[in-house]
T-cell receptor
Framework: QKEVEQDPGPLSVPEGAIVSLNCTYS??????FMWYRQYSRKGPELLMY????GNKEDGRFTAQVDKSSKYISLFIRDSQPSDSATYLC????????????FGAGTRLFVKA | DTGVSQNPRHKITKRGQNVTFRCDPI?????LYWYRQTLGQGPEFLTY????????KSRLLSDRFSAERPKGSFSTLEIQRTEQGDSAMYLC????????????FGSGTQLSVL
C-alpha cells in the first residue's frame, strides 16, 4: 500500500463547476499538506499549503485537512478551462522538503 | 528572480551512454532537491543538498547516479551507463533556508533512453 493514495482520474467537468479532489494517506506523522498543480510538460507549481488540520482558502481554491480520517481535499470553485491540469497532493512529516511524499496526481479537464 | 532553471529540456540517448543534467535554483534558496517523475506518477525523491552538502539520498539512487553541488549554487545530476528504465522526467526543486515544505520546481529534463 502506498503512503499516499490519489485517484488518477481523469476528471472531466463543465466550466463553472465545483471540483473536488481528494487524497488519503496512511502515515499519521504527516503534518504538512500541500497541493501542487502541474501543466503538461512543466514542473509542479505549489497551489496550497496547510499545516495540521483545518481549512485554508485562497481565491477560488479551498484546501481541507482531516487528520482523524487521514483525508485531504482541494476544492476549486467556478472552474475555468485554464484549471485543466494534473493536481498532485503532497505531504511531509516535518520541515525539510526531502521527506515530501507525492500522490500520483489527478488529471482534471474543464470543458468550455 | 527567474525561478528554477533546468537544462537541457529534453535529452535522447542510447542505452549505455552517460548523461548529465544541470539545475540552477532560485538564488536565495540554499536547499536543492532532485526528483524523478514517470508517466502517471507523482515525483519521487532522489537526493537533497543543503548548500554544497548532500544530506540525503533515496534508495532509488543507484550507484550509476551521482549528484553534485560544488559551490552551493547550481547542481548537476549524472547518470552513467543509462538503461531504458531511466527514461523519466528529472525534476529539480529548491526551497528557502530554515526548513520549508514549499518546493519550487523547474520545468524538468525529459530523458528518453533508446
Amino acid at each position: 500500500q502506498k503512503e499516499v493514495e490519489q485517484d488518477p482520474g481523469p476528471l472531466s467537468v463543465p466550466e463553472g463547476a465545483i471540483v473536488s479532489l481528494n487524497c488519503t494517506y496512511s502515515n499519521s506523522a504527516f503534518q504538512y499538506f500541500m497541493w501542487y498543480r502541474q501543466y503538461s510538460r512543466k514542473g509542479p507549481e505549489l497551489l496550497m499549503y496547510t499545516y495540521s488540520s483545518g481549512n485554508k482558502e485562497d481565491g477560488r481554491f479551498t484546501a481541507q485537512v482531516d487528520k482523524s480520517s487521514k483525508y485531504i481535499s482541494l476544492f476549486i470553485r467556478d472552474s475555468q478551462p485554464s484549471d485543466s491540469a494534473t493536481y498532485l497532493c503532497a505531504m511531509s512529516p516535518n520541515t525539510g522538503g526531502f521527506k515530501t511524499i507525492f500522490g500520483a496526481g489527478t488529471r482534471l479537464f474543464v470543458k468550455a | 528572480d527567474t525561478g528554477v532553471s533546468q537544462n537541457p529540456r529534453h535529452k535522447i540517448t542510447k542505452r549505455g551512454q552517460n548523461v548529465t543534467f544541470r539545475c540552477d535554483p532560485i538564488s536565495e534558496h540554499n536547499r536543492l532537491y532532485w526528483y524523478r517523475q514517470t508517466l502517471g506518477q507523482g515525483p519521487e525523491f532522489l537526493t537533497y543538498f543543503q548548500n554544497e552538502a548532500q544530506l540525503e539520498k533515496s534508495r532509488l539512487l543507484s550507484d550509476r547516479f551521482s549528484a553534485e553541488r560544488p559551490k552551493g549554487s547550481f547542481s548537476t545530476l549524472e547518470i552513467q551507463r543509462t538503461e531504458q528504465g531511466d527514461s523519466a522526467m528529472y525534476l529539480c526543486a529548491s526551497s528557502l533556508p530554515g526548513g520549508s515544505e514549499k518546493l519550487f520546481f523547474g520545468s524538468g529534463t525529459q530523458l528518453s533512453v533508446l
